[in-house]
């Protein structure tokens, strides 16, 4: 198995000082909650990357439908009346002209279309909670008004929940947690309500289906019972199934523990209790969440809790750690360390699966659940930084899974005569979502050429170059094959028709956008010295294409969004309102070929300006950051990490702002970059922590990898 480099030096990464004290320093930022978050619009959550549980204060979902998702738990709409799945299989879009040949694309085409933007879409497994009883055994309907003295408490270094309350005078606790490689989730209440038989446990199901792009802060209809259907399977009295079918896809929930009956609360609902056999104070079970073929792997909740335990202190221990708190006197280094914290462990419930993760991770739905591939880069990037190569691997794997399809998408389809074009919107099964903006953005192309580097980086070794020899190749070749050769100006030009990262521009005028034109550049040039160190020949093609690229478009002493867009374009609102990713020439991207930092600086604070800051959200304030950073503003780099605009709540959900619901993961993830980058430094950079403050910041860093 390969081994990154700094685990086994790890302790001359410390400078002869004592190591951090890690698990101080998490623990002092574990989350609480209280009486006052009855209402809370966001859960606490443990999980394990590709499984997630999210709860209210009771340590469930008692009070809060909050939701249960996973990387696999997917399903397909039923087709409309008078459509077929031939019609589905048929579909083709609109055919657009790219420089005199018509190019098919996936968008167009009516009620086939917005089927195939919404779905598959991806499932709420379904909710857990305490049912309680009055003296007479009545089930009681309860809201939070009836919980009193209310504490909650996740212990991040173990991934364990505790949660305590009391209901009608009797105190009730409960302990949740997650396994670390199942849907399986231990549960451990106590109360003396056990005892007399007023305290139990209901499991429920909802309908789920792509009616929504938003689906948050709950996910799922608890109404429409009819459309879908559930069936229990008991074997004895210590292990039970349910069954539940939505359309063709069936989930499969096992409860198990200590001895229990079970029952469905009545034809009509798909809503089951569990009630313990035994009159103790005390009631453990497991409930794990799978498809119907699974088989259950942890035997009871005390199992679970230690599993957890054991995976989150590996996690904690084993990886890159930053501290900007014990050494540092600017008062704001608390926050940030917080965020960090906290990130670090929500990165790894929501953002650590088998397949890149939705905007929103495990908690609601955004965009019906579907992952971005060009979005994939601010999510999960910074887990090369923070040397989580067993969390990132998981997922860089969609590229060699998507790479047929990709190569059909490219050659087939679009009619390209070489390469793979990645999609921009998909689902675990590949296909590119119908869309314009779905079809024309193309900065996701080089994203596995930044991965397949990082990795080399920490593992420079044959076995990662011919791993990822398929992808890089094939990336390239559609990179060099979109670039088209301009015979008036005696360059390759990209676009249009094409999208840039902000998405505010028309795609038939956008040509040569500086940030795609830079990071076609690097990424170009990673691809040709990947076949150098394979002892491989460099496709003439790719070096004609790198060597003859349009250079970044310069207006009035700084660069231009794209190639003739209008010189007032600083002062019009249609360019302004968006991402601002003209910083990312020098700081997202490493100075490319062509680039003037000088110009790029300038370029960046002319941003600052101009932009509407008003309209940033998240991954734009670490972009800022780390733009200034590179730009040699520590003091503003900073500021951005800590903009009022870019908001974390209380158990560290990244505020989706006014652009879409919370969380809005992006954010977290380019934190973590950003900081990784400021903290270790990047190619070229000097000294220790250079992207802070020299002032009032004591940074410590151990077991991270420099950026590009």
Not at 85 to 112: A, P
Not at 330 to 356: C, F, H, W
Not at 466 to 494: C, H, L, P, Q
Request: hydrophobic share 40%.
């Amino acid at each position: 198995m390969l081994r990154p480099f700094f685990i086994l030096t790890l302790s001359a990464l410390t400078n002869g000082l004592p190591s951090i004290d890690r698990q101080s320093l998490v623990r002092r930022f574990n989350p609480t909650r209280n009486g006052s978050s009855l209402s809370a619009t966001t859960p606490m959550q443990v999980g394990n990357g590709n499984f997630a549980f999210g709860v209210d204060v009771t340590g469930l979902q008692t009070l809060l439908p909050f939701a249960t998702m996973s990387s696999w738990g997917w399903k397909n709409d039923t087709l409309p009346a008078g459509m077929t799945i031939q019609d589905v299989e048929d579909y083709k879009g609109v055919s657009w002209y790219n420089h005199g040949r018509l190019v098919q694309y996936d968008f167009g085409g009516g009620g086939v279309e917005q089927w195939l933007i919404s779905n598959p879409n991806r499932v709420n497994l379904g909710r857990i909670g305490l049912v309680l009883y009055s003296v007479e055994g009545e089930k009681l309907s309860i809201t939070g008004d009836d919980l009193t003295n209310v504490e909650q408490e996740l212990d991040l270094w173990t991934g364990k929940l505790a949660s305590r309350f009391s209901f009608q005078g009797e105190t009730i606790t409960v302990e949740t947690a997650v396994a670390d490689d199942t849907g399986c989730i231990g549960i451990v209440i106590g109360s003396s309500l056990l005892k007399s038989g007023r305290l139990g446990v209901f499991l429920d199901f909802p309908w789920s289906d792509g009616e929504a792009k938003f689906s948050a802060p709950f996910v799922g209809n608890w109404n429409a019972t009819s459309n879908h259907t559930t069936m229990l399977e008991a074997s004895g009295n210590s292990r039970a199934s349910i069954f539940h079918t939505m359309v063709a896809a069936t989930f499969k929930t096992t409860v198990m523990g200590e001895k229990f009956g079970i029952s469905r609360d009545s034809p009509d609902v798909h809503r089951y209790t569990v009630q313990p056999s035994k009159t103790t104070t005390t009631f453990s079970i497991t409930v794990e969440y799978g498809l119907p073929e699974d088989e259950p792997k942890v035997s009871s909740a005390q199992n679970v809790i230690d599993n957890s335990a054991s995976a989150w202190e590996e996690y904690w221990t084993n990886s890159g750690f930053v501290d900007v708190l014990t050494g540092s006197t600017d008062s704001r280094a608390a926050e940030l360390q917080r965020r960090i914290i906290l990130s670090r462990y929500l990165m790894k419930v929501n953002e650590a699966g088998d397949t890149p993760p939705q905007e929103s991770g495990l908690v609601n739905d955004g965009w019906y659940g579907k992952f971005h591939m060009e979005m994939y880069f601010w999510h999960c990037a910074h887990w090369a930084l923070w040397n989580n190569w067993d969390l990132l691997r998981r997922s860089t794997t969609i590229y060699s899974r998507f790479l047929d399809s990709s190569i059909a998408r490219a050659q087939v389809q679009q009619g390209w005569p070489a390469g793979a074009r990645w999609p921009k919107m998909t689902d675990p099964s590949g296909r590119s979502s119908p869309g314009e903006i779905n079809n024309l953005l193309i900065w996701q192309q080089p994203h596995p050429l930044i991965f397949a580097l990082y990795e080399y980086r920490a593992f420079p070794v044959k076995e990662v170059l011919e791993k990822w020899r398929d992808v890089v190749i094939e990336t390239a070749n559609w990179m060099s094959a979109f670039a088209w050769y301009n015979e008036t100006t005696g360059v390759y030009d990209i676009g249009p028709p094409m999208y840039i990262t902000s998405e505010d521009t028309s795609p038939n005028v956008t040509q040569n956008p500086a940030v795609e034109l830079a990071y076609w550049r690097l990424g170009l040039d990673i691809a040709s010295k990947w076949m150098i160190n394979l002892g491989e020949e460099v496709p003439d093609d790719w070096t004609k294409v790198a060597g003859n690229l349009a250079k970044l478009p310069i207006d009035n002493g700084t660069y231009a969004v794209y190639e003739g867009i209008e010189s007032d374009f600083w002062t019009d609102k249609a360019y302004t309102n968006d991402h601002p990713t003209l910083v990312g020439l020098h700081g997202w991207l490493p100075p490319t070929s062509g680039l003037n930092v000088t110009i790029a600086q300038i370029t960046a604070e002319k941003v600052w300006v101009y932009w509407n800051v008003s309209n940033f959200w998240g991954w734009d304030f670490p972009m800022l950051a780390m733009s200034a950073a590179r730009n040699g503003d520590q003091e503003k780099a900073v500021e951005w990490l800590l903009h009022p605009l870019f908001a974390f709540d209380d158990v560290g959900m990244p505020i989706g702002g006014a652009r879409v619901p919370t969380p809005y993961f992006p954010g977290s993830g380019a934190l973590l970059l950003a900081i990784a980058m400021m903290a270790e430094g990047w190619d070229g950079s000097q000294g220790s922590a250079p992207g802070f403050p020299s002032n009032g910041w004591d940074v410590r860093a151990e077991g991270l990898n420099r950026a590009l």
